[in-house]
Structures are given as C-alpha cells and as structure tokens.
C-alpha cells in the first residue's frame, strides 16, 4: 500500500510541476512580448512565483520563502521604482522592439541547443541520490546568517537610503 501511495505523490508531483512550468513558461513570454513596462514586471513577478512553487514542490520551503521575500518582494519592488523615477512612459509603447530582433531567435535557439547538449553530455541518464540527513532549516540560516547578518542588515539600509534618494531626487517641487 506504501509503494502505491508513493506512486501517486510522484504523479501528483510531476503533475503539479508541468503545470507551474507551463504557467512560468507563459509569463516568460509575456514579459518578454507585452508593450507595457510595468505589466512586463508583474509578469516577471508570476515567473519568479513559479519558481518558488517549484522549489515548494523540491520540498526546499526555506529556499521558496527566500525566494519570494528576496526576488518577489524586494527587487520587484526595487524594479517598480526604477520605472516609475525614471519619468519614462508608463503605458503602451510601440517602439519598444530593436530592429535586428530576428537575430536573436536563431541565436536563442543555437544556445538552447548548446546548454541541453552540455546538460546531456555531463549527466546523462545519472540520478541524484537522496541525501541520508537534511539539513534542518535552522542549522542552515545559521551557516548563512552569522558572519552575514551584519553586512546584510547594513546593505538593507543603503538601499533604503538610496530609495529615499532617488524620489527626492525625481520630486518636481
């Protein structure tokens, strides 16, 4: 009965991560195809939300809620007030797209072909073993957090700073 329920977890799983990848994939392109700048970044955010739903789905909870507090919540925010200080036009634009963009499809693709290449000769069919002992969440904060919790907190600050800065800086008055 254990095997049987097993089974299933990892159908439900690779369920699960198809359809977050087709919703990453989709977002990819969104940023990548839509005309407005800010709805570009909040495609941006769904792609980098998949992302964490993959690594809840790899059982990695710590790296997802690094993920979105990081990613999602501080440098998407940081992108928001790069577009809105930089008095740039905030709805749709026509001329967005670079003239040799047809360059790019094919180069595009010769790298996909490159990396799955690369992939493929490195690991071939290999299978990555189960590790005996997880690292629990706290030892893992702690071999992150105490020589870097300082510089950290200090780097918050400054890009706090640098925040308040840039909209003094952007203010009319």
């Given at each position: ?13 690779n369920v699960g991560f198809y359809i977050i ?153």
């Amino acid at each position: 009965m254990s095997a049987f329920l097993a089974t299933e977890v990892n159908v439900a799983q690779n369920v699960g991560f198809y359809i977050i990848a087709a919703l990453m994939v989709y977002g990819a392109l969104r940023v990548v195809s839509t005309r407005n700048v800010v709805h570009a970044a909040l495609w941006l955010v769904v792609v980098l939300g998949g992302v964490a739903a993959q690594y809840i789905l790899a059982a990695a909870e710590f790296v997802a809620v690094s993920q979105v507090m990081v990613y999602i919540g501080a440098v998407m925010v940081l992108f928001l007030f790069g577009i809105m200080l930089t008095r740039a036009t905030i709805g749709a634009e026509s001329d967005l797209n670079n003239r040799g963009w047809g360059i790019g499809i094919p180069v595009a693709a010769l790298l996909l072909a490159v990396m799955v290449w690369a992939i493929i000769d490195e690991f071939g069919s290999s299978i990555i073993d189960e590790p005996a002992q997880p690292m629990p969440t706290t030892a893992l904060s702690d071999v992150f957090l105490r020589e870097g919790l300082v510089p950290f907190l200090a780097l918050s600050f400054v890009l706090l700073a640098a925040a308040i800065g840039a909209i003094v800086l952007a203010r009319k008055d």
